[in-house]
């Protein structure tokens, strides 16, 4: 699945820029609080606004401090896949059953930084593993190839049949380094610069797909 990430979109024009990747899969939505990471961004109202402009499944991903608190709210106003990320979480497990819950697929988002083996058993309780592919908090970033190891490793788990769920990679997506993810075993790609910043985003999202499919292990 692509997921267009519209950090990189015009932030004026959000109903617009949803359409304009309606050959997407999911619609991902950054959350920043200024807090967990420097920059900010958008938030619950936002989301609420985007849901009724677009038929697309909102993939809402909360870089913020305490997402215990505030992940629930996004299922309510019908997020499909709520995020939160391993390092700021106090209740991982609680907080992925009232996602559930609330009616979305729960997501455990991993930094640049954090190791995924102390997480293994609890991603159980997950539908989707995000593997961040650069530092949270900005778009625009170098792809770093040596985090593929994480998506590698959750693939294992996932062919072993330990693990059910989604590996999603958010960071530095493009036509060249989505190769590279998809072999790894990501099959969920953000990409926020490479599909708004092409002159037909729609078409950049169809031809992200077609090379992560052609990569992908059978
Ligand atoms: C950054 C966000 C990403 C960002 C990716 O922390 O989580 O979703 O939009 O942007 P690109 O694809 O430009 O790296
Ligand atoms: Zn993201």
């Known amino acids: 699945m692509i997921a267009p990430s519209i950090l990189a979109a015009d932030f004026a024009r959000l109903a617009d820029e949803a359409d304009a990747v309606r050959t997407a899969d999911w619609l991902h939505v ?12 958008i938030g619950l109202p936002v989301v609420e606004s985007l849901r009724k402009a677009t038929d697309l499944p909102l993939d809402c991903h909360l870089m913020i401090d305490d997402p215990d ?7 309510e106003v019908g997020a499909a896949n709520v995020t939160i990320h391993a390092e700021a979480a106090h209740d991982p497990v609680q907080t992925a059953r009232a996602i559930h819950a609330a009616g979305a697929l729960a997501g455990l988002a991993v930094d640049r930084d954090t190791p995924l083996e102390p997480y293994l058993d609890i991603l159980r309780e997950f539908d989707t593993l995000l593997v961040m592919t650069i530092k949270a908090g900005f778009g625009g970033q170098e792809f770093i190839p040596a985090l593929l190891d994480k998506v590698r490793l959750g693939r294992r788990h996932v062919a072993a049949g330990h693990l059910r769920m989604f590996i999603e990679v958010d960071g530095g997506i493009a ?4 190769v590279a993810a998809a072999e790894a075993g990501a099959d969920v790609f953000v990409a926020g610069s490479a599909v708004y910043g092409a002159d037909d985003p729609g ?8 090379r992560a499919r052609a990569a992908m292990p059978r």
Request: hydrophobic share 40%; aromatic share 10%.
């Open 69 to 75: 608190r505030w992940a629930p709210g996004y299922a």
């Open 30 to 41: 950054d959350m920043m609080d200024g807090h967990f990471v420097p920059n900010l961004t």
């Open 175 to 178: 036509e060249d380094t989505i």
């Open 203 to 210: 078409k950049a999202v169809e031809a992200l797909r077609e």
